[in-house]
């Protein structure tokens, strides 16, 4: 094994050491009322983090009998609304139309949690405070110190950071590896996987 490789390794080993536990099984309740509540998740990121929300959807979806949506699945309404009325609104859009009410619930995907001063994913924080305006309840899977999303969510996992030069790749695979421990929480859980 190369030293990248290995350290690369061991740097998520102590990554996963150093995870809170407890929000998980939070974010398990939260998940659950939310479906108990016959209530929608939204699942929102960008970049690689959009990608994980579009996989999220189907996983909560089929194997946690959760209505959920991802708004930038829909390639066609992402790229019409950035066209017309700019990035920053997309995602509060979607939620603005979707009547995003107080048996919802927001999941944010992001490695920084959206940032006002560096103007960093803002289309996120416009989303939390859209979500959070109609009473809907505001989950994260986030890296770095969390950002807006953490500081304005109810129930906000930060994945640590322990090496600033690979924050972006192991918060977004550590992000992948904690939404899978989600969706086989027994709290979660509705159906079995095929394998």
């Not at 920053?88 to 859009?93: G, K, R």
């Not at 807006?148 to 109810?154: I, M, V």
Request: charged share 25%; with cysteine; glycine share 8%.
């Amino acid at each position: 094994m190369s030293d990248f490789s290995k350290k690369f390794i061991d740097e998520s080993i102590q990554i996963l050491r150093l995870i809170n536990l407890s929000i998980i099984d939070e974010l398990a309740e939260e998940l659950n009322t939310v479906r108990e509540k016959n209530g929608r998740l939204f699942i929102c990121g960008v970049g690689g983090s959009a990608g994980h929300a579009s996989h999220a959807v189907n996983d909560f979806r089929k194997l946690a009998n959760i209505e959920s949506y991802s708004p930038t699945d829909n390639v066609s309404e992402v790229t019409a609304r950035t066209n017309d009325e700019g990035w920053e609104t997309v995602f509060e859009e979607f939620l603005r139309v979707s009547k995003v009410c107080d048996k919802d619930a927001l999941l944010v995907f992001s490695v920084g949690g959206g940032s006002k001063n560096p103007a960093v994913s803002t289309g996120l924080i416009k989303a939390v405070d859209f979500a959070k305006k109609n009473s809907a309840r505001i989950l994260g899977i986030v890296g770095r110190d969390g950002g807006y999303t953490k500081a304005n969510g109810d129930c906000v996992l930060v994945i640590p950071s322990i090496n600033m030069s690979t924050i972006t790749p192991q918060t977004e695979g550590i992000t992948a590896l904690i939404w899978h421990l989600i969706v086989s929480h027994p709290k979660v859980k509705a159906k079995p996987t095929k394998w």
